[in-house]
């Protein structure tokens, strides 16, 4: 396993730092986030340190996913929400706070779970600059 030693999840998978872990597997570790926007909210990430989905390598990005469906359906038995919203940030611009991949497992209950940050109206966009920043980023691929 390749690690950080100044990175927290990576001292949470060794076992230096307490967790209350969820599920283990060769390539991936879940576990509470101590600071939940819902009762449930867990978090998966590789064994291995990654930074971002920029960064990570293929395969473990695999296993996170292969990991977050099984605790997913783990959530969906344990916990009987009615539905799972599945949050991943990227960089500090977009408020990821722990720079080692984290896929977010957010139970919900809508309307009324006080989960307000998943929550916003759908508004039709201007479909001309629609257009325009996706051919900008097509013209990336
Ligand atoms: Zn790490």
Redesign the pocket.
Known sequence: MS??PD????KI?AGEIPSFKVYEDDDAFAFMDINPIAPGHTLVIPKN?HENLLEIAPEDLAAVQRASQKVAGMIMAALKPAGIAVLQLNGRGANQVV??YHVHLVPRNRPDDGVTCLEWELEPGDMAEIAKVAAKIAAAG
């Open positions: 690690r950080d990175c927290l999840f990576c998978i340190h720079m080692h």
